[in-house]
């Protein structure tokens, strides 16, 4: 009896450990060679950076009680190290500008760099767009978006998209 309980454990880990391979885990699901969320409720990719707080309605993410101009929104993208990526948020806020950047390690030590800088309106979304390529030995790769004051933000969509062919760095197969 203890055999099989042992074996039917090992089943289920197994499954387990499958089926979050398959899907990137628990907060980023990858399709293919792209990140999308739209804040429509069908997915959540995102997760809280910082000290803030996030509220999704209506199809808007909107980022309020910044602390520090850095807090806002994560997208984990692990799955895309080794790879040059296209960055696209649709954005508005009445911070003079709204930054996208990449957060990620190496050996240790984090390293932070800006994807790109768009200027934006209180009242109307703007595109904000760059491209960047994630080290191959980077861990805990993010992009996140922030800007350089602590008003508040509000993100329509966010798409995270490799460029060119994947290159698979952490040995599972993207359809």
């Given at each position: 009896?203890?055999?099989?309980?042992?074996s039917?454990?090992?089943?289920?880990?197994?499954a387990?450990?499958?089926?979050?391979?398959?899907?990137?885990?628990?907060?980023t699901?990858?399709?293919?060679?792209?990140i999308?969320?739209n804040?429509?409720?069908?997915?959540?990719?995102?997760?809280?950076?910082?000290?803030?707080?996030?509220t999704?309605?209506?199809?808007?993410?909107?980022?309020?009680?910044?602390?520090t101009?850095?807090?806002?929104?994560?997208?984990p993208?692990?799955?895309?190290?080794?790879?040059?990526?296209?960055?696209?948020a649709?954005?508005k806020?009445?911070?003079?500008?709204v930054?996208l950047?990449?957060?990620?390690?190496?050996?240790?030590?984090?390293?932070?760099v800006?994807?790109?800088?768009?200027?934006?309106?209180?009242?109307?979304?703007?595109?904000?767009?760059?491209?960047?390529?994630?080290?191959?030995?980077a861990?805990?790769?993010?992009?996140?978006?922030?800007?350089?004051?602590?008003?508040?933000?509000?993100?329509?969509?966010?798409?995270?998209?490799?460029?060119?062919?994947?290159?698979d760095?952490?040995?599972r197969?993207?359809?």
């Open positions: 009896m203890r055999k099989r309980l042992v039917v454990v090992a089943l289920v880990l197994a387990a450990c499958f089926l979050c391979s398959c899907t990137g885990g628990a907060l699901k990858v399709t293919g060679t792209v999308e969320e804040f429509d409720g069908s997915t959540k990719y995102y997760r809280q950076n910082g000290d803030c707080k996030i999704v309605k209506d199809g808007e993410a909107t980022i309020t009680d910044r602390k101009s850095n807090a806002g929104i994560e997208f993208c692990d799955e895309f190290r080794g790879n040059d990526i296209m960055v696209t649709s954005v806020s009445e911070n003079p500008f930054r950047s990449l957060r990620y390690e190496i050996f240790g030590n984090t390293s932070y800006t994807i790109a800088e768009g200027n934006t309106l209180s009242q109307s979304f703007l595109p904000v767009t760059g491209d960047i390529s994630i080290p191959a030995n861990t805990n790769a993010v992009v996140y978006v922030e800007a350089g004051d602590v008003m508040d933000i509000t993100v329509r969509s966010v798409r995270i998209e490799v460029k060119g062919d994947y290159n760095q952490i040995g197969a993207h359809v």
